[in-house]
Nanobody
Framework: QLQLVESGGGLVQSGGSLRLSCKTT????????IGWFRQAPGKEREALSC????????NYKNSENGRFVISRDNAEDTVFLQMNNLNPGDTGTYYC???????????????????WGQGTQVTVSS
């Protein structure tokens, strides 16, 4: 059972930035594609982005106008979501998810992931 831990959330003013991290305990993220998802208050969870196991492929569900960038550092065994120019509409709980992949690809669908973290809260004030 892969356990994922998100961190880096918090309270930020509109226009600010945050970098979220996704790590695992007692294992490695190396063989897994990782996705980032967000659930805003009162809304369904939505996909944001994903990165393949080797980092060679990334995908974004919505453009987010280029404000969000996913990356991974396999040496640090961490996947990041850099979020810039945040606005109150970005408020929500952010989750990372993992799926074992043999190919260097990833999915931006919830159904494409088996393992999920508990989420980290991001609040953007106006």
């Amino acid at each position: 059972q892969l356990q994922l831990v998100e961190s880096g959330g918090g309270l930020v003013q509109s226009g600010g930035s945050l970098r979220l991290s996704c790590k695992t305990t007692r294992s490695t993220l190396g063989p897994y594609a990782i996705g980032w998802f967000r659930q805003a208050p009162g809304k369904e969870r939505e996909a944001l982005s994903c990165v393949s196991r080797n980092g060679g492929f990334t995908n974004y569900k919505n453009s987010e106008n280029g404000r969000f960038v996913i990356s991974r550092d396999n040496a640090e065994d961490t996947v990041f979501l850099q979020m810039n120019n945040l606005n109150p509409g970005d408020t929500g709980t952010y989750y990372c998810a993992a799926e074992l992949k043999y190919l260097d690809t990833c999915s931006v669908r919830e159904s494409g992931y088996t393992f999920w973290g508990q989420g980290t809260q991001v609040t953007v004030s106006s």
